[in-house]
C-alpha cells in the first residue's frame, strides 16, 4: 500500500470521524459500499419512505430485507406473533422465506413497517447484529406530539435554536427538504403528530393562505406517519368570523368552527385537530362568558368529531384575581369537570403544577381525573434550564414524572395514567414543547439534540430507563466506541441535577428574572400579577425559607391522593428535593444530612458548580475523540455554563444572605460581587423572549 494511502486508512481507523455539523442528529449511518437488496410487498408513500430510509442507512453486506405487512400470504406460514403489535407496532427478525434468509420487517400497517424499519437501524447504530435481531415494539401512547411554539413571524417563543423551521412566506410552494429530515427524524423516534404555530395563537393560522401553507407541510409528514394540528385561538369566530362572542353555547360560535373544520380538512384530510390554551395568560377562552373548560373543549371537539379529529384542552391555567397559590388553580378548576368532557378532548397537563422548572413534584391532576383522558406535556426546550448553551439531559426529568406514583390506586404511576391503559381511554397523549429551530444542529447544541430523542422515545415507551435512552442516543450520536458511550452518559446523566443544583436546590422554584427567564432573579418583587414574582415562590424572611404547602399553608398537598399528602405534608417525610416547594424552614432547621437548611442550600449549589466543572473535564478528555466542529461548540457552551452556573449561585446565595443575615459556612467561596451588581445586570435582545 502506498505510504499516504496507509497513512490516511489508518487514520480513518483511530481518529475521530469527518468534520460533522450535526445536522444528521442521531442518524449518522454508515456509508454504505454496496445497495442493500430491499424488497417492499407494498408500494405506498409510507412504505417508499421506509424502504428509503433501509436503503440509506443499510451498512454493508446487512440485506437483504423484506417489508411486508403481517397478513402478506408468504407470511402465513410463519406463526408470526403479531396480533399484539396494533396499529403502529413493528417485528423485525431473521426468516427463512423460500430457502433464502432474509430480515423481515413486518406490522400490522405501513406505519409499522416505518417504525420497523428505523428500529432496525437502530439496532445496527448501537452496536446490535444482523444475524440475531429480533425486534418487537408497539407504542404505549396513541399520541406522540411536538408543540411549536412558532410564530407566523418566524420567532420562536422559548426557542433557543434559530428561527421557526417553517418559512410561513415560502410555504406552500417552497417545500425545504429540511421539512422532510425533520419528519424523518421525528418517525424514527415514533412521533406522530406535530402542532406547528404557537399556542399563544393568532387567528390568522386559521385563514385560507395558512390552512393552504399547513396543508403543504402535512403532505411532506405524511409518509412518515405524521398529522399536523394547529393552536386555536378561542376568539377566532370574532376576529375572523365577524361574530360578535366567541360564547362556545352559541349555536353561531359553533357553527362557524364547524365549517373552519370543514374546510381545514378538504385540505387536510388527516388533519389532527385543534391544541388550545384557553383563559391563561392572557389568552381568551370560554371562562370569558363564564362556560366551562369542558363547554369549549365540547364545542370543538364536536366540529372535528365527524373528521375524527380530537382536541388537546391544556389545563395550564391560573389568573391573577385568584388569591390561592397558584400551583393549585389548575386541579381546583379541572377536576370538577372530570367526565364532563367529550370522548375525542384529552386534556392537557404540564408535568408539574406550576410551569416547566429544573424540578417540580408531579402534578396532582394526575391520578385525580380517571374519566378523563389526561396527555402530560414535558417542555423539551430550556426555558428555565439555561437555554440552549446549558447541557441539561431532561431523561431524568421526564423519566422522574413519569415514574412517580401517584398514591391513587396500588401501582398506578404518572406513566401509567397517561397511557390511559387502566381507564381504558380510547386516546392517550405526550406533548413536547419542541426545542427545534432553523440552526444547522436543529436544537443549538448536540446535546440538545438527546432531549428530542428522550422525549420522541419515552413517548413510545414510558418504562424506558433515562441511562438506556442515552446510551442509545450516545452511540448513534458519537459512534459505537465504548470509552466514547460511557463518558458521554455520564457528562449528561448528573446534568439535569446540577441545573437543578446551581439554580434552585432543595425544591425551590421560580427564582428566574423577569421575562427572559434566562438568568437569577430571585429579588424580584415588583411585577404586576403576584404570582409571576419568585418572592411569591420562596417566601424567604429573616425566620426561613420555602412555601408553606401543608395545613398550616396553601394546603396544596390535599390535592395529592392521601398517601402522597402524608408524606409532602410532613419535612421530614418529604424528599430534600422537594422540600422548600411544600414547606417553609427556619435556616437553621436541621436535615436527616447532617446540615441546616441554610447549610445544605449552600451545599448544593457548591454541588451544582463542582458537576459542571467535572462535565467540562470530562468532555475536555474526550477531545481526541470526537470531531473537532461538534466537540469545540460542546466545549464553548460549557464554559458559559459553568461561567453562568457561578453566576446562578453567587447572585442567589448573595440574596440569601441579605434576607437571612447568615454567614457562608466555611469553605463556601464568597460571592464575587455583591448582590447590587446581580440586580443590576441587563440582557437586552434575549433569544425566545416573547415582545
Ligand atoms: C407559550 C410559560 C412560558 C410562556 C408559555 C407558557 C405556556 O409561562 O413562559 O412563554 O407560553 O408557559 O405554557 O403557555
Not at 103 to 127: E, K, M, P, Q, V
Not at 241 to 252: E, Q, V
Not at 455 to 477: K, V
Not at 544 to 553: E, K, Q, S, V
Amino acid at each position: 500500500m502506498p505510504l499516504l494511502v496507509a497513512m490516511i486508512a489508518s487514520l480513518a481507523a483511530t481518529g475521530p470521524a469527518a468534520a460533522e455539523d450535526g445536522y444528521q442528529l442521531w442518524m449518522r449511518y454508515p456509508a454504505s459500499a454496496s445497495q442493500p437488496a430491499i424488497e417492499v410487498a407494498r408500494d405506498t408513500p409510507m412504505t417508499r419512505a421506509a424502504a428509503a430510509e433501509v436503503r440509506r442507512g443499510l451498512p454493508t453486506g446487512a440485506g437483504p430485507v423484506l417489508l411486508a405487512l403481517a397478513r402478506d400470504p408468504r407470511l402465513q406460514g410463519l406463526r408470526l406473533a403479531t396480533a399484539k403489535l396494533g396499529d403502529e407496532g413493528y417485528s423485525v427478525q431473521r426468516i427463512t422465506i423460500d430457502g433464502r434468509t432474509v430480515t423481515l420487517i413486518t406490522g400490522n400497517s405501513d406505519r409499522g413497517l416505518l417504525y420497523g424499519a428505523f428500529a432496525l437501524l437502530r439496532h445496527l447504530d448501537t452496536g446490535g447484529a444482523i444475524d440475531t435481531v429480533a425486534l418487537t415494539a408497539a407504542p404505549a401512547v396513541t399520541l406522540r406530539v411536538l408543540n411549536h411554539w412558532d410564530n407566523l413571524d418566524g420567532v420562536v417563543e422559548r426557542g433557543y435554536a434559530g428561527r421557526s423551521l417553517w418559512d410561513w412566506w415560502s410555504l406552500p410552494d417552497v417545500k425545504d427538504p429540511r421539512y422532510t429530515d425533520y419528519a424523518r427524524a421525528n418517525a424514527s423516534l415514533g412521533i406522530n403528530g406535530t402542532v406547528l404555530n404557537n399556542v399563544n395563537a393568532k387567528a390568522v393560522s386559521l385563514t385560507a393562505p395558512y390552512i393552504a401553507k399547513a396543508a403543504a407541510l402535512a403532505d411532506v409528514f405524511r409518509p412518515y406517519g405524521i398529522r399536523v394540528y394547529l393552536s386555536a385561538r378561542f376568539s377566532a369566530p370574532i376576529e375572523l368570523g365577524g361574530i360578535k362572542t366567541a360564547d362556545p353555547r352559541d349555536p353561531a360560535v359553533a357553527a362557524w368552527w364547524k365549517a373552519k373544520a370543514d374546510e381545514i380538512y378538504r385540505a387536510i384530510p388527516d388533519f389532527g385537530g385543534f391544541l388550545v390554551k384557553a383563559n391563561s395568560e392572557g389568552q381568551p377562552g370560554p371562562r370569558d362568558y363564564g362556560a366551562s373548560h369542558a363547554d369549549g373543549a365540547n364545542m370543538l371537539a364536536a366540529a372535528v368529531k365527524p373528521h375524527h379529529g380530537i382536541i388537546m384542552w391544556r389545563a395550564f391555567v391560573y389568573a391573577e384575581t385568584d388569591p390561592d397559590d397558584r400551583a393549585k388553580q389548575a386541579y381546583t378548576e379541572f377536576k370538577p369537570l372530570d367526565g364532563k368532557f367529550a370522548d375525542n378532548v384529552i386534556v392537557q397537563v404540564k408535568n408539574g403544577a406550576i410551569d416547566f422548572q429544573p424540578r417540580e413534584p408531579f402534578h396532582p391532576l394526575f391520578g385525580a381525573m380517571p374519566k378523563t383522558p389526561l396527555m402530560i406535556e414535558f417542555q423539551i426546550t430550556k426555558e428555565y434550564l439555561g437555554f440552549a448553551s446549558h447541557l441539561a439531559y431532561l431523561g431524568p426529568l421526564f423519566e422522574e414524572v413519569l415514574d412517580a406514583d401517584t398514591g391513587v390506586r396500588r401501582g398506578e404511576t404518572v406513566a401509567s395514567v397517561v397511557d390511559g391503559a387502566d381507564d381504558r381511554h380510547g386516546i392517550s397523549g405526550m406533548a413536547g414543547v419542541a426545542n427545534i429551530g432553523d440552526s444547522r444542529d436543529w436544537s443549538g447544541s448536540t446535546f440538545n439534540q438527546a432531549n428530542w430523542y428522550a422525549f420522541g422515545r419515552l413517548a413510545w415507551d414510558p418504562t424506558l430507563s433515562s441511562q438506556t435512552i442515552a446510551r442509545e442516543w450516545a452511540a448513534q450520536t458519537f459512534g459505537q466506541d465504548p470509552a466514547v458511550i460511557d463518558a458521554v452518559v455520564a457528562i449528561m446523566a448528573g446534568s439535569r441535577e446540577a441545573a437543578v443544583d446551581y439554580t434552585g436546590p432543595l425544591g425551590l422554584a421560580h427564582l428566574m428574572a423577569t421575562g427572559h427567564h434566562y438568568g437569577p432573579g430571585p429579588w424580584v418583587s415588583e411585577l404586576a400579577r403576584p404570582e409571576w414574582n419568585p418572592v411569591y415562590y420562596h417566601r424567604a424572611d429573616r425566620g426561613g425559607i420555602g412555601f408553606d404547602r401543608t395545613r398550616t399553608g396553601s394546603n396544596a398537598v390535599a390535592q395529592y391522593a392521601p398517601r402522597v399528602a402524608k408524606v409532602y405534608a410532613d419535612p421530614a417525610k418529604t424528599p430534600l428535593e422537594e422540600l422548600l416547594w411544600f414547606h417553609h424552614l427556619p435556616w437553621d432547621h436541621q436535615l436527616s444530612t447532617g446540615r441546616t437548611v441554610w447549610g445544605e442550600l449552600v451545599h448544593r449549589y457548591d454541588r451544582g458548580i463542582a458537576t459542571v466543572v467535572d462535565m467540562r473535564r470530562q468532555w475536555e478528555a474526550l477531545k481526541p475523540r470526537i470531531d473537532a466542529k461538534r466537540w469545540e461548540k460542546a466545549a464553548s457552551q460549557l464554559a458559559v455554563q459553568e461561567r453562568e452556573a457561578r453566576w446562578w449561585r453567587d447572585a442567589s446565595l448573595a440574596y440569601w444572605m441579605s434576607i437571612n443575615g447568615l454567614a457562608l459556612p466555611g469553605g463556601s467561596a464568597p460571592p464575587a460581587h455583591d448582590l447590587a451588581w446581580y440586580k443590576a445586570q441587563t440582557f437586552p435582545y434575549p433569544p425566545g423572549n416573547p415582545q
